[in-house]
């Protein structure tokens, strides 16, 4: 089983949906998480961090739950610039080398 | 401030030739690391550093090698490339901090 696991998708919603990703981890003693986005033929770039209280940034909501090891990520009005694939990143405690998950690509349509 | 920067950008080798994928920094991070991502495989850590003078193999090393003489540079060496080494490399870095990784543009390799 993969460290990290992420539904590839394709998500694919229509402009001011709301759409939520889950990763699911199977480190028990992870402690860091985070959100990166990725656009196409582009380096990841950080979109937000999780807390363990939940975070909002905007349009954007991440959620921990540590009892069933997820975290999850809330878009909220959908926009076309929306479009990218989400990765998830968990990092250990102790540790310094984050786990990437694989992904979910999102596909927002007028 | 240019963050992290990697050349070259795009590069095909045929099958054995070697060559260096450059990586530089000017945050003054001490991590600095090597992922490769391949389609449906996510980003997957070739090599990794932690300081000047010190490495240490992820998760893909075999065919790699790798240096840091100094906390600004990082290349990857590929030493006789194969066509399994077909992919994007990214170079990253971050602080001792919260672990935000900055990654370059990535270089787009292509062996055949």
Known sequence: ?110 | NAGVTQTPKFQVLKTGQSMTLQCAQDMNHEYMSWYRQDPGMGLRLIHYSVGAGITDQGEVPNGYNVSRSTTEDFPLRLLSAAPSQTSVYFCATHGAGPYEQYFGPGTRLTVT
């Open chain 1, 1 to 110: 089983r993969k460290e990290v696991e992420q539904d590839p998708g394709p998500f694919n919603v229509p402009e001011g949906a709301t759409v939520a990703f889950n990763c699911t981890y199977s480190n028990s003693a992870s402690q860091s998480f985070f959100w990166y986005r990725q656009d196409c033929r582009k380096e990841p770039k950080l979109l937000m961090s999780v807390y363990s209280s939940g975070n909002e940034d905007g349009r954007f909501t991440a959620q921990l739950n540590r009892a069933s090891q997820y975290i999850s990520l809330l878009i909220r009005d959908s926009k076309l610039s929306d479009s990218a694939t989400y990765l998830c990143v968990v990092i250990a405690g102790g540790s310094y080398i984050p786990t990437f998950g694989r992904g979910t690509s999102l596909i927002v349509h007028p």
